[in-house]
């Protein structure tokens, strides 16, 4: 029996490949055909600590912080390479704090930075003006922990942090 070379996979792995990036072009995640970039997560009982972002069917960016009741620190940036974002919204100072997020540089980045005990805070946004990426610089307690960011349904963790969105 004649033995097939595995360079015959190589270029059928790599044809696959470019199809799971053309569906969901994650930069930084691991390639997964069946991950849909725009689904919400479905959140247990007792979620992970943690960020859940997806992007929604009506091109809104959604950004969950979960502390499951325990005092937890929420920080970053969010950048916008092209365009601007508009509509923010934010839960109510009360929950989040006075000033505690900002939109900068001609409405092109987020800053925040809370500290809550809220099971859950949500703030939304959107994109307008062509922008290629997204770029999120996500941070729990002063630290960058990919394995408490989750991304769409499937709640996929990016493979290295800062990561981006680009579409």
């Known amino acids: 029996m004649k033995r097939r070379s595995g360079n015959t996979f190589i270029p059928i792995l790599t044809a696959v490949l470019a199809g799971a990036l ?5 930069v930084g995640l691991a390639v997964d055909t069946s991950f849909d970039c725009l689904e919400k997560p479905k959140f247990e ?3 992970q600590i943690g960020y859940y972002v997806w992007r929604d069917k009506d091109d809104v960016w959604h950004v969950v912080t979960v502390t499951n009741e325990i005092m937890t620190e ?22 989040m704090g006075e000033n505690n997020v900002v ?13 809550t ?9 959107e994109v ?3 922008s290629e990426c997204v770029n999120f610089d996500l941070k729990i307690n002063e630290k960058r922990k990919r394995q408490n960011i989750f991304l769409g349904e499937r709640k996929v963790n990016p493979r290295k942090l800062p990561f981006a969105r680009c579409y």
């Open 22 to 26: 053309m569906i969901c072009p994650y």
């Open 74 to 95: 929420f920080s970053g940036e969010i950048t916008v390479t092209r365009g601007r974002i508009e509509e923010l919204n934010l839960p109510d100072e009360e929950k």
């Open 45 to 47: 009982d007792e979620p």
């Open 103 to 115: 939109v900068g540089d001609n409405n092109r980045v987020i800053e925040f930075e809370y500290i």
């Open 117 to 125: 005990d809220e099971e859950q805070l949500e703030f939304e946004f």
């Open 128 to 130: 307008a003006g062509g």
